[in-house]
């Protein structure tokens, strides 16, 4: 692997979840035709980033489904009160399928990254930016709604 | 004692509407602070992993369909809502059955009339992202796989997640007021 793609790789599992999210497009992005415009994705990009997916996307319902078990497991063990060594060693198979399934990602992302132009790379995460905060406007218009109608 | 109709302000308390709301949909890039009461009550962790399973769905939807609702249709169905809510949980009823899919229900209906409402024109940017009527099938799949992944692979959830039992340290309660939404 690429020095570059490791360093990126180290940094994105050292920052807080909540902001590794926020920076990466979510869904298949390539595939909405508003963004494709926004960006300007030729057939091309679309193609690759098809090709890379695909080749991605048996890791990932796989990593999916294995952290899904691995948090029933350990619900289930919450559920019945189990010991503390119990739940520590479900805890920690979580955290391990977490790890790959974000590992997965990553590197898709990294490779799709690859495909564009820095223009449309920097287009796109803004994008998601704006979308999030405008969802986070709405939402708070909507609480300071609800606490004005609600006696105190 | 109910979640929904309690005072959050306790760390002893359930958490209310706005609370779970807040909870949510935290801001972007901001690491979510959770309540010490949740790590102590199961009930409220699972209302809030439903809570935040209404908004990603609701997330995911086409924004121009909710549009073709007024806002009028939408504060009845929100107000029905709330009512079904409490109606949920009023004390001497046997809620636990059902709880698991009605609230869910509940909260996306009520999701909904939060994304509509207060919004005069819909957001061409949101859309942009959230459009997926046009896509094919196979592509809506594909969209929502890694919608999940995305989800899971950044520890986005609560009840059954390790990071949502942990609360952040001194923290014990949390006001959406106090979290920059306006």
Redesign the interface.
Known sequence: MRPLAVALLCAAFLL??????????????W?????AA?INLTPDQVREMDDI?ARA?PK??E??AE??KR??D??DA??ANAGRGEVASR?EA??AA?TE??KT?ILMVLDMRRTLKPEQWDRLIE?????????????????????GEQPR | MDPQNTNRTSPDAHLADDALFALALPPAGVPEALPAHLLACPRCARALADWKSAVRDLEARDEAVLDRRSAEEWEAVEDATLAAIRREGAPGRARAKTLRWALPVAASLLVFALFVSNRPTPSPTAAALDDTAGLSAQDQADDALLRDVDRLASGDETASGVGGLAPDPGTSDLAPADEGRS
């Open positions: 807080p979840s909540s902001s590794r999210a926020a920076d990466l497009p979510e869904g298949k992005w595939k909405h035709p508003r963004v926004e997916f996307r990932l319902v990593g999916k952290l899904e948090q029933g350990l619900q919450i559920d805890i979580v955290e977490r399934l974000q990602r994008m998601r930016r704006e979308i999030r905060q405008q969802r986070r406007e709405r939402f708070g218009r909507y609480l300071e709604r609800r606490r």
